[in-house]
């Protein structure tokens, strides 16, 4: 049993269809038009004093003739994203079991405002939630871990770590951490 379990966001409490490949089904915007966009933006985004996010979308959308306003598009977005509530339930049982319980997340302000709006019930069942805008530390950088150790006195072979990226996994393991790619709560169960 680890005393400490640490979660991704995006991936692991969230779902969500591929943001292009709605994109591409509502707007005709192909995916090799869209990723490197959305790659571009997301670099930007992640980190702390960044641009509203729509200001570096909105550009984009006028090449592609996709008239949205900035609600209009964040709302298409993050309609997307469902949340998983078995894992909820779960987080809160090793919380309440004495299990420290921890997001880390790469994230951007305008999502983490909707997040902690629309899914509440995600920051009651963790310790405390790590976005990259917020830290300045993007997985898969170490430092994004090293914060979370440090700042609640953790060691790292008390950890498990669970990640829907193989980059993310292989910093967490360099750092000593057990990490497990995200497959679903079952796997993640009796790995905890």
Known sequence: MYKTVIFDLNGVFLQSEPLSKRFEEKFGVTKDQFLPALKEIMAVVRKPNAPAAFTLWKPYLDQWQVSLSEQQFFDFWFSGEYLVPELVEYAQELKNGGVKVFLLSNNFKERTEFYRKNFPQIFQ????????WESGFVKPSVESLQLVLSENS???????????????????????????????????????
């Not at 069942?125 to 990259?132: H, L, P, R």
């Open 154 to 192: 953790l060691r790292s072979e008390e950890c498990i770590y669970f990640d829907d990226s193989d980059d993310n996994i292989k910093v967490a393991q360099s750092l000593g951490i057990t990490a497990e790619k995200w497959t679903n709560l079952v796997e993640a169960k009796k790995r905890c």
């Open 125 to 132: 069942c963790v310790d405390k939630a790590y976005f990259s």
